[in-house]
């Protein structure tokens, strides 16, 4: 059992950064591939990006790629993910997510733990 808890969403300015963070509870948490995903307004959840459970393979959507970093700290059970040169269109709850897939997985199915969402909102 995997619990997750996001923090760091807020308002910024087009242009402007803001790194999310996710505490994990668990001790099996380093087994997990871990995954950012965003839901903007009538929209379907989409992938944002994701890790391997060594972090040494990662795969990041092309909307955030340049952009957006995700990063993990097994020792500390932390998922982070940077976002810089945020748009707009980047508005939406981010969530983290965590799945048993041995590599990365882009949809939601994948995933069996899930934490409740921080709000990004990017000012145009």
């Known amino acids: 059992q995997v619990q997750l808890v996001e923090s760091g969403g807020g308002l910024v300015q087009a242009g402007g950064s803001l790194r999310l963070s996710c505490a994990a509870s668990?001790?099996?948490?380093?087994?997990?591939?871990m995954g950012w995903f965003r839901q903007a307004p009538g929209k379907e959840r989409e992938f944002v990006a994701g890790?391997?459970?060594?972090?040494?393979?990662?795969y990041v959507a092309d909307l955030v790629k340049g952009r957006f970093t995700m990063s993990r700290d097994n020792a500390k059970n932390m998922v982070y993910l940077q976002m810089n040169s945020l748009k707009p269109e980047d508005t939406a709850v981010y969530y983290c997510a965590a799945g048993g897939s041995i590599v990365v997985r882009t949809t939601t199915a994948n995933y069996d733990y899930w934490g409740q969402g921080t709000q990004v909102t990017v000012s145009s």
């Open positions: 890790l391997n459970w060594s972090g040494g393979s990662t």
């Open positions: 668990g001790r099996t948490f380093s087994r997990y591939v």
